[in-house]
């Protein structure tokens, strides 16, 4: 197995349990299981290390098919089904709007579609410098709700303002794949 794609199945594993320790306990308030830093640290470590699978796979030359499909998956995964999960969080609620979460997974949905058209076309159609900030934000955004529901009380002024920089982020990169989608896609 390649290291990086090791890595990715490793990211993919953080996640799982992370979101699974999320999920044990749905509508549950803040601190009320030691677990949520096993939570925060799943998610954080899997988030933290998206490009660690990326940077060794250029590094050591094992750039692969496996990887790119599996890599943006687990980021995915990662998002949306933290921020699916924190919305059934009294405390976390207001700071995870209905139609915020909507707007995130239909541009994942937008967006996966558009790339598996265009590589099934034989165009490359990786992640750009927009989809990498949107990552970066939506990370930011998550961490701040799971490190606020395990217990720390200043991650939420910086979901207050992440929050919006996400989704700005999340916008504009799902209308720039589109954008790009026109010119190489086959209607």
């Given amino acids: 197995m390649k290291i990086a794609n090791a890595i990715t199945l490793g990211r993919l594993l953080?996640?799982?349990v992370g979101l699974t320790l999320l999920a044990l306990h749905p509508g549950r308030m803040r601190m009320t299981l030691d677990m949520d830093w096993v939570m925060?640290?799943?998610?954080?470590?899997?988030?933290?290390?998206?490009?660690v699978d990326g940077w060794a796979a250029r590094k050591f030359h094992e750039?692969?098919?496996v990887g790119r499909l599996l890599d943006p998956l687990v980021d995915k995964i990662l998002v949306c089904g933290a921020l699916v999960l924190f919305m059934d969080m009294p405390d976390l609620a207001p700071w995870v709007p209905g139609w915020v979460v909507v707007v995130m997974l239909s541009r994942e949905f937008i967006v996966q579609s558009i790339r598996g058209a265009a590589e099934a076309q034989g165009h490359d159609f990786g992640a750009d410098?927009?989809?990498k900030w949107k990552m970066v934000t939506q990370c930011v955004y998550v961490l701040g709700l799971a490190s606020?529901?395990?217990?720390?009380?200043w991650p939420i002024e910086v979901v207050r303002y992440a929050l919006w920089v996400a989704l700005g982020f999340t916008v504009l990169s799902g209308f720039n794949y589109m954008r790009k989608a026109v010119r190489v896609i086959e209607f």
Avoid: E, I
């Fill in 14 to 16: 953080l996640v799982v």
């Fill in 40 to 51: 925060f640290a799943c998610l954080f470590v899997a988030a933290v290390t998206d490009f």
């Fill in 63 to 65: 750039v692969s098919q």
């Fill in 129 to 131: 410098r927009f989809g």
């Fill in 148 to 153: 606020y529901q395990a217990g720390w009380d």
